[in-house]
């Protein structure tokens, strides 16, 4: 006795083609409501990180910008400064040549006694486009005890290039994160390519709205004495 298709093959493939019909329909749908959402939403934005108050962001190493930062270069005839400029953009590497008079350069009142009390806490190096003799020699004559000079002209990199800035957190063994650049200059690329490299920056000597002395960038960062100090108590 055969047993007999109770359902036609012919209503087997329009139901078929139905069920195929609404799962396609149900998945343009679901597309169309993701990109309408994605279209409707504003692009995501970096902002850079605000200057890290009491280092609420880990901060470990502070490098600093050397000349119109820890040494005043208001004096400095304009004419050079703008041949140093030149120097260290030009296309390929080669040792700058720079006025031996720029060793006598004084640093500002600040300086010697607010990198004092950052070290206190930090680790604190310059990170500056100059020969290291030359910069050595500024610091000596000027009371100024770096942790370390970062070797910008020993590995062929000077600033604004990103290695240079790179160079700090290999040098001292930390995260990009963990780095703050510091400059005296408006408009230094110091205060824009490091935060594309994951650092942080912070302008001093500006407007009211930044640390006027590096005494006062080391308290806003918890730094309250010295570490000759701190030595002596």
């Known amino acids: 006795m055969r047993t007999q298709n109770l359902i036609a093959p012919g209503m087997i493939r329009a139901v078929l083609g139905f069920i195929l019909f609404v799962s396609v329909a149900s998945y343009v749908q679901i597309c169309l409501q993701v990109g309408n959402m994605a279209s409707a939403s504003e692009p995501t934005k970096l902002v850079p990180a605000p200057m890290p108050e009491e280092n609420k962001h880990g901060i470990k190493v502070i490098a600093f910008d050397n000349f119109g930062t820890v040494y005043d270069f208001s004096?400095?005839?304009?004419?050079?400064?703008?041949?140093?400029?030149?120097?260290?953009?030009?296309a390929e590497w080669a040792p700058l040549d720079l006025p031996a008079s720029w060793e006598d350069v004084k640093a500002f009142e600040d300086s010697a006694k607010g990198i004092a009390m950052?070290?206190?806490?930090?680790t604190v190096v310059t990170c500056a486009n100059g020969p290291l003799g030359m910069l050595a020699r500024m610091a000596k004559k000027n009371s100024i005890s770096w942790d370390a000079i970062v070797p910008l002209e020993l590995s062929r990199s000077y600033k604004p290039s990103q290695s240079a800035y790179k160079l700090i957190a290999e040098t001292m063994g930390v995260a990009p994160h963990e780095v703050l650049i510091v400059t005296g200059n408006k408009g230094s690329p110091d205060l824009t390519v490091p935060l594309t490299?994951?650092?942080h920056s912070q302008r001093i000597r500006?407007?009211?709205n930044t640390p006027q002395t590096i005494i006062e960038l080391a308290k806003q960062l918890g730094c309250r004495t010295s570490a000759i100090q701190q030595s002596k108590e």
């Open 75 to 90: 004096q400095v005839p304009r004419d050079e400064v703008r041949d140093y400029v030149r120097q260290v953009r030009r």
């Open 206 to 208: 500006g407007d009211k």
């Open 197 to 199: 490299l994951g650092m």
């Open 118 to 122: 950052l070290r206190n806490k930090y």
